[in-house]
């Protein structure tokens, strides 16, 4: 598989310090698939806490989409959790191999 070797982390703390309800990571992989049907979606807990996730996310519908375009379709599915129960989502998108 060809992978863009771009990766976005992002994180969002609560302004008021309040802590957040964490986000399951089969959530996360079903809002993607939801929204990308034919990805190939990989999740991975990476500090244990079920805020700080890492995504790999290749799909054939990202051809010819730059990788701005492919993450921002991903935090599209993701529905606005940003922020909110997600903390951090380290992101990688791609397109299979020919």
């Given at each position: 598989m060809t992978l863009a070797r771009q990766?976005?982390?992002v994180a969002v703390t609560p302004r008021n310090g309040a802590s957040l309800m964490a986000?399951?990571?089969s959530d996360i992989e079903?809002?993607?698939r939801a929204r990308i049907p034919d990805a190939e979606v990989t999740i991975r807990d990476l500090a244990g806490d079920?805020?700080?996730y890492a995504a790999t996310v290749i799909a054939?519908?990202?051809r010819g989409k730059s990788r701005v375009?492919?993450?921002q379709i991903v935090y599209e599915a993701l529905k606005g959790?940003?922020?909110?129960?997600?903390h951090a989502l380290a992101l990688q998108t791609g397109?299979?191999?020919r």
């Open positions: 990766r976005r982390i986000m399951a990571a079903r809002l993607i079920g805020d700080h054939e519908s990202f375009q492919q993450h959790e940003m922020g909110g129960k997600l397109t299979p191999e």
